[in-house]
């Protein structure tokens, strides 16, 4: 008899292995149309799915208390996966200025397709009402939003999406599920772009949409159509990075509120955002829809211009000067030159940045090198 080369004794490698085949050999007749009929996870061709992938969407879908999960190449490909399946020309989404900057640049291909939008300020979410039209199918939010980590109301939103009989779409990259369960508070899909916190090393690039199995195949069948599968060894590195995931997570929120409540003391940091302070205007819904802590992102402005932020950035020694978020080490950036560059000039200040706001992503170093570092590039402000 041939043993299975990966469980040769029946003993379960602890690491999904990583799969590289494009292809695979089907067992029978009968296997390729449990297959292709669904009735199994089988494994036809990459673009359709792949067994190291497949382990990382249950894991997630666990995680996000969903029926599945769809793993693509980026956050951005989940976030166009989702437009391009339930939206059509004529359709109305309402999308809101604080989201990921390539929004705004996936808005402009949206309206070539024929789909209407309307743009809403987060902190004025609770107007929704008077935005949702016949033809409105979808409402697609952050919470915490980026960068100015503005806190969304989804149970309400969910009223609203209901009664227009829209989606509810929640990209719950900042709060990630350790801290945030959107599809328990009634959002019809979860995304995330798992290159952050689920990743979590800056050494993948990942996309995740966790849903209803129904949603799951709607999604699956754009994914295969486009080709936006992840391939295993990014796919190998997630799993890994889940492993740690909840640890992180704590780690990296309580270093954010220690950060937080240091900076909202500090007469060179005329603003602090972030929802674990209970001055912040969103934390009030936080303490409803969040738990264990608030996510691992800040946003506060430094000095009076952007020379004051460039400054304070340029002396830091241990938080570092990057783009991206939900990462082990500390990263920090001016989101006006950087995540927001995407928009033209006059809409990247419409809703709140500033020139000189940065946003800082709490890594998981010990606090105190954290605080001494914030407190030593501050004193040359
Ligand atoms: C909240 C949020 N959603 C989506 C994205 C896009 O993810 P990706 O860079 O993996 O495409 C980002 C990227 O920074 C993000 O911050």
Known sequence: MTQ?????????????????AVNYEYGSFEVLR??????????????????????VEKAIASMEG???????????????????????????LILFHDIYGAHYKMSLILEKLGVQITWLDASRSDTIGEHIRDNTRMIFCETPTNPLCKVVDIAALHREADRAGALLIVDNTFATP?????????????????????GGHNDLMAGAIAGSKDRYNDLWFTRQAIGTTLDAYSASLLERGLKTFEM??????????????YLAEHPKVPRVCYPGLKTDPGHEVAVRQMHDGFGGVLAFDV????????????ELKGLLHAVSLGATESLICIPYLTTMLYMPEERRTSFGVKKNTVRLSAGIERPELL??????ALEKV
């Open 4 to 20: 299975d080369p990966l469980t040769p004794y029946g003993n379960r490698p602890m690491v999904t292995p990583i799969v590289n």
């Open 34 to 55: 449990q297959i292709t009929d669904g009735e199994i996870d089988g494994y036809t061709y990459h673009r359709d799915d792949n067994p190291t992938v497949r382990a």
């Open 66 to 92: 969903a029926e599945d999960c769809v793993v693509c190449t980026t956050g951005m490909a989940a976030c166009t996966m989702v437009y391009l399946t339930y939206l059509s020309a004529g359709d109305h």
């Open 178 to 198: 350790y801290h945030q369960k959107p599809l328990s508070l009634g959002t019809d899909l979860v995304v995330h772009s798992a290159t952050k916190g689920l």
């Open 248 to 261: 992180r997570a704590e780690k990296m929120s309580a270093n954010a509120m220690a950060m937080a409540e």
């Open 303 to 314: 000095g009076e211009e952007q020379e004051d932020a460039k400054r304070f950035i340029n």
């Open 371 to 376: 605080l001494e570092d914030l407190e030593k």
